[in-house]
T-cell receptor, first 115, second 114 residues
Framework: AQSVAQPEDQVNVAEGNPLTVKCTYSVSGNPYLFWYVQYPNRGLQFLLKYITGDNLVKGSYGFEAEFNKSQTSFHLKKPSALVSDSALYFCAVRDTLYNFNKFYFGSGTKLNVKP | GAVVSQHPSWVICKSGTSVKIECRSLDFQATTMFWYRQFPKQSLMLMATSNEGSKATYEQGVEKDKFLINHASLTLSTLTVTSAHPEDSSFYIC??????????FGQGTRLTVV
C-alpha cells in the first residue's frame, strides 16, 4: 500500500534559522510526491512536487525539498525560517500504480517559528 | 497555481436538514475531484473520489447515502450532507486534479450542525 509518514507532530525553530520538516514514503511504482501547507480554517496550498528529474525541488515561498530514493525520504527545507511560515504542513504521495487518482497524506507537522 | 473555489466557507444548519457544498475548478478541467473531511488537529480523511460523469468511489466506512456526491461537469462537484446530525460537524475540503498534476484545494467549508 502507498503511504507517507511524518514522524514529527511539531517542529519548533527560531526565526532566521534553517528548518526541516521530515517525510518518508512507501510506494509501489514511481513516487509522485508533494508538499502542502495549511493555515487555520483554510484549505491546503500547494508548495512543491517531485515527479521526475532533479532530486532537489524548489517551490513556493523559498521552500525546497530533496527526493532521496535510497532513504525513501522527501524532507521539506527552508534556509531561513519566517514567523509567517508557522502553519501545518502535509506531505503527500500520489498512487501511480493501482489508482492514479488517489492521494495519500501524512498526518501533518505543525511548524512553529518563534521570533 | 490553479484555482479551486469552494462554497460556502461556513454554514450552520439545523439537525435533520441537508446541506450542499460546491467545489469548482475555475481555470482548468478537473478530471477528478476529491472530498475530504478534517477533524481538529488531524490529517485529511478522504471520503470519496469522483470522476466527471460517473459515480463517486467512496472510501470504506463513508455512507454514500448520507454524503451524496455529484460531479456533473469537469469544473463542478457537489457534496450534499443529507439529514445532518451534530456528529457531521466538521471541516470539509474539496480538491481537484488533472492527470499528471498536483491536486489543488478549495478553501474548505466549516459545517456546524445544531
Amino acid at each position: 500500500a502507498q503511504s507517507v509518514a511524518q514522524p514529527e507532530d511539531q517542529v519548533n525553530v527560531a526565526e532566521g534559522n534553517p528548518l526541516t520538516v521530515k517525510c518518508t514514503y512507501s510506494v509501489s511504482g514511481n513516487p509522485y510526491l508533494f508538499w502542502y501547507v495549511q493555515y487555520p480554517n483554510r484549505g491546503l496550498q500547494f508548495l512543491l512536487k517531485y515527479i521526475t528529474g532533479d532530486n532537489l525541488v524548489k517551490g513556493s515561498y523559498g521552500f525546497e525539498a530533496e527526493f532521496n530514493k535510497s532513504q525513501t525520504s522527501f524532507h521539506l527545507k527552508k534556509p531561513s525560517a519566517l514567523v509567517s511560515d508557522s502553519a501545518l504542513y502535509f506531505c503527500a504521495v500520489r498512487d501511480t500504480l493501482y489508482n492514479f487518482n488517489k492521494f495519500y497524506f501524512g498526518s501533518g507537522t505543525k511548524l512553529n517559528v518563534k521570533p | 497555481g490553479a484555482v479551486v473555489s469552494q462554497h460556502p466557507s461556513w454554514v450552520i444548519c439545523k439537525s435533520g436538514t441537508s446541506v450542499k457544498i460546491e467545489c469548482r475548478s475555475l481555470d482548468f478541467q478537473a478530471t477528478t475531484m476529491f472530498w475530504y473531511r478534517q477533524f481538529p488537529k488531524q490529517s485529511l480523511m478522504l471520503m470519496a473520489t469522483s470522476n466527471e460523469g460517473s459515480k463517486a468511489t467512496y472510501e470504506q466506512g463513508v455512507e454514500k447515502d448520507k454524503f451524496l456526491i455529484n460531479h456533473a461537469s469537469l469544473t463542478l462537484s457537489t457534496l450534499t450532507v443529507t439529514s445532518a446530525h451534530p456528529e457531521d460537524s466538521s471541516f470539509y475540503i474539496c480538491s481537484a486534479s488533472g492527470r499528471d498534476r498536483e491536486a489543488f484545494f478549495g478553501q474548505g467549508t466549516r459545517l456546524t450542525v445544531v
